[in-house]
């Protein structure tokens, strides 16, 4: 059939890139090189000419002429995928693992849609720890999820933060200031709401904008990420029905991934507040644990929203309400102690609110954050996300059906 479509169609370039394919699979070497001197005379500007041609360099053994033809590949079509993947299998080939790790994180950076790149990170890593990879099928007509075993469970933290990772390497790639855009983003945000409120309108008494920047940084923290990861499985469609791979993963990037740059917004509160004249104390050691709590709050949030957003894709639309709704109700603006005393535990039953009272206590009144009132939304938060989790569990052969709806 390949003879017949070179003889009927020999300006096509298909035929004889797949003849060089069939016939190394044939392993027949002799016959491979006449068609990619072929496809190479003819055919230079189709990557599969360059792919084919460095494939049959790898079986005759010869990976330097292996890598020129992968070079050229990669020099005459940067924006496709297929060079850069091939030049991390190479190094696989290679058993150069640590190489093979750095390129294959190197083409999800370039190429966050290449499904493969995501599996075959995943191998190599496995292989650098000196443990056997988890074979994972991409049977497309097979829409249900592999739910991880404990084995793959911890494969599959480690996966969600490398994807985090090198998100955040790629977003970062975007912008010209790079990382240091991280630093000005938090700075300015907080520079206008004293240039605003401290300085223009002379609003809320001494130590007004501490207190406000103090609620402001936390809640954009859980803002940006409830947003940013409310509509994440649907995004992810085109993967999750490639890859076998929990629907959980997607909102769980997006909070890690935040996570990440909220460290910058942090480090820029605390400088804010010792020139304030609000130094550091022994109190700000408590601010780790009420870090952790919120995390795991926002961790129940994004999980629960992008959970429900793919059945009824109209809820996208209340999500910034919801925040700004939000934003007025969890004390940010104003002191719990305006609260009527009556209200007050209703008050503090909002999570947000919660965790806003607790910075404050920390740094503004420089004292111990309420532990009762930390533990139990510490409690109801991990009861809250064990029912996320077996909503997945149980939902994980749904969603690929339903983000295609």
């Not at 969600?160 to 983003?185: F, P």
């Not at 992810?236 to 917004?265: C, W």
């Not at 020139?275 to 780790?288: D, E, K, Q, V």
Request: hydrophobic fraction near 50%; proline fraction near 6%; charged fraction near 20%.
């Amino acid at each position: 059939m390949l003879k017949e479509a070179r003889d009927r169609f020999p300006d096509n370039p298909n035929s004889w890139i797949q003849s060089v394919a069939t016939a190394l699979e044939m392993d027949d070497l002799g016959a491979a090189r006449q068609f990619d001197q072929t496809a190479r005379k003819c055919f230079p500007e189709h990557i599969g000419t360059w792919l084919r041609a460095a494939d049959l360099a790898i079986k005759a053994g010869d990976l330097e002429q292996a890598e020129a033809h992968n070079l050229e590949a990669r020099q005459r079509f940067p924006e496709m995928p297929g060079g850069y993947a091939q030049q991390a299998d190479m190094a696989m080939v290679r058993e150069q693992w640590p190489l093979a790790v750095e390129r294959w994180e190197a083409v999800i950076r370039r190429f966050p849609q290449h499904s493969l790149a995501y599996r075959r990170l995943h191998q190599a890593r496995a292989h650098l720890a000196g443990t056997e990879p988890d074979e994972v099928s991409v049977d497309q007509e097979d829409d249900q999820i592999a739910i991880p075993s404990r084995r793959g469970g911890r494969a599959f933290l480690d996966l969600v933060w490398t994807k985090a990772r090198l998100n955040l390497k790629s977003e970062a790639s975007r912008n010209h200031l790079h990382y240091v855009w991280w630093i000005i983003d938090p700075l300015l945000y907080m520079s206008v709401f004293y240039l605003v409120f401290g300085i223009l309108m002379e609003r809320g008494g001494p130590g007004f904008i501490g207190y406000l920047l103090t609620g402001l940084v936390p809640f954009q923290w859980f803002a940006k990420t409830v947003q940013q990861t409310s509509n994440s499985i649907v995004a992810g469609k085109g993967l999750m029905n490639q890859v076998k791979i929990s629907p959980l993963f997607f909102p769980l990037v997006g909070v890690l991934q935040n996570a990440g740059k909220q460290v910058f917004a942090f480090t820029m509160l605390a400088i804010f507040l010792v020139l304030y004249g609000l130094p550091p104390t022994i109190h700000w050691l408590a601010f780790i644990p009420v870090v952790i709590i919120q995390l795991l709050v926002m961790i129940v949030a994004s999980c629960a929203i992008a959970m429900v957003v793919p059945f009824f894709r109209d809820l996208l639309n209340l999500v910034p309400t919801g925040i700004q709704f939000l934003l007025f109700a969890s004390g940010i603006f104003y002191s719990v102690e305006r609260i009527p005393e009556q209200w007050r535990d209703l008050f503090l039953t909002n999570p947000i609110a919660n965790i806003i009272f607790q910075y404050r206590l920390i740094f503004i009144e420089q004292q111990w954050p309420d532990w009762s009132s930390l533990g139990m939304l510490a409690l109801v938060s991990l009861m809250a996300l064990g029912v996320v989790l077996v909503l997945y569990r149980r939902l994980e052969g749904v969603f690929p059906r339903v983000v295609l709806e």
